[in-house]
């Protein structure tokens, strides 16, 4: 099987998520097809999705200026998979506290901004990971704060008896960046399973 996978390429971690996703693919036996989207017309043909970090006003306002709002609201309701890191995760979330941010509310949350300080607070936590046998060294760089979560929300990780990682249905949200490290597992539990090998 190849695995065609989006990534959301308006700003952040665009190449380290397309990495991160292809050691995944190959260590099930499988190919990934990474494709960049920055339009509208991209989305309806992938199979995953991948929503990066970066400024989520910025991220909020192409994604809905350019139509793919829609896209990724329709691939989430068909079931298929999203993994949203940092801003990716406010975008998706159904509340960022914000009136800059538009989100998409495919993810039942509401996110805080920047909550656990600016750039020069970024630090790397070992987390525990519901799914995962060993400890996740989760980087957390302006990092967002989920301070909501829905009825239907699994809380997968928390720091400082925060959540820090959800799932719902077929999005995995994380305040942290997995694409900055070398242990592919998150991207490993977001897409595979949740996609059909």
């Known amino acids: 099987m190849t695995l065609r996978a989006g990534v959301l390429a308006v700003q952040g971690d665009v190449s380290e998520h397309a990495d991160a996703i ?12 990474v494709v960049e989207i920055r339009e509208a017309g991209v989305v309806p043909d992938c199979d995953a999705l991948l929503m ?14 350019e139509g793919i709002d829609r896209e990724i609201a329709a691939h989430v309701e068909a079931g298929k998979p999203v993994l ?9 979330a159904s509340d960022a506290h914000d009136d800059r941010v538009e989100t998409l509310n495919v993810l039942d949350v509401s996110v805080e901004r920047n909550a656990f300080g600016r750039q020069k607070d970024s630090f790397e936590a070992p987390l525990s990971v519901t799914g995962l046998d060993d400890p996740f060294p989760a980087v957390f760089i302006r990092a967002p704060v989920i301070d909501y979560v829905g009825d239907d929300v699994e809380v997968l990780a928390t720091w400082d008896d925060r ?33 059909e090998t």
Do not use: M, N, Q, Y
């Open 22 to 33: 292809e050691r995944v693919a190959t260590a099930h036996g499988e190919t990934a097809e």
């Open 84 to 92: 949203a890191t940092c801003a990716g995760l406010i975008v998706a």
């Open 163 to 195: 959540p820090v990682a959800v799932r719902d249905g077929p999005v995995v949200g994380t305040s942290f960046h997995p694409e900055l490290t070398e242990d592919p597992r998150i991207h490993d539990l977001a897409f595979f399973d949740s996609v």
């Open 52 to 65: 990066p970090g970066g400024e989520s006003t910025t991220i909020s306002r192409l994604v809905h200026r």
